[in-house]
């Protein structure tokens, strides 16, 4: 159940309520207005600061992009150049081992052949081994690159090539930094 509770007042009880004479109001009003101007004279200020501090957060994350674009290039490059042809092999067998696997699941009833270059025969010969008792044909043609490699059954074929990987990557990465020294010498 609810109860009303009454507080002790302790103001002075007057009849009248307070009014403001004739001469208050156009002082009042006046000063008003001034408030009301020197307020939106203020908030058109701040907003230009707030547009002015973002787009300097906004030029700022550009510079940090670019600067980490440019000391990451060389890395990158790096890694095309060194690191991944020395990966290649690796690469390559694993890589036609699984697609092997794929073509084998998907037609058992026809043969698969593996197409090379004769300076990668001996290694695909080894890849052959692993792979098992599977009846797959091996064939060199001198007119595929060195890591270039054709694994076809009756009703698909799939061509591996390493080094046109590496060429992209190196093309990707290049045409990202060049991208971003063009904005630079734009603006």
């Known amino acids: ?24 109001l156009p002082g009042f009003e006046d ?21 002015t501090r973002i787009s300097e957060l906004q030029f700022g994350y550009v510079e940090a992009q670019q600067d980490l674009l440019r000391a990451l290039g060389p890395l990158v490059s790096a890694i095309c ?12 067998r694993s890589r036609i081992f699984e697609t092997l ?44 690159a060195q890591d270039e490699v054709l694994i076809g059954g009756n009703r698909q074929e799939t061509q591996l090539d390493t080094a046109l990987l590496i060429a992209a990557m190196r093309t990707a990465l290049q045409h990202l930094c060049n991208a971003h020294q063009k904005e630079e010498t734009d603006e």
């Open 81 to 92: 150049d060194q690191i991944l042809p020395a990966l290649i092999d690796d690469m390559t």
């Open 31 to 51: 000063g008003y207005d001034a408030g009301l101007a020197a307020a939106a004279a203020d908030q058109a200020t701040l907003s230009a600061q707030m547009a």
């Open 101 to 144: 696997l794929l073509c084998a699941r998907a037609d058992v009833s026809h043969p698969m052949q593996l197409t090379c270059h004769p300076a990668k025969a001996a290694v695909m010969q080894q890849v052959l081994a692993d792979f098992g008792d599977q009846q797959v044909a091996l064939l060199t043609d001198p007119g595929l």
């Open 1 to 24: 159940m609810a109860h009303l509770m009454f507080l002790e007042q302790f103001e002075a009880e007057s009849g009248e309520t307070p009014t403001r004479s004739p001469t208050e």
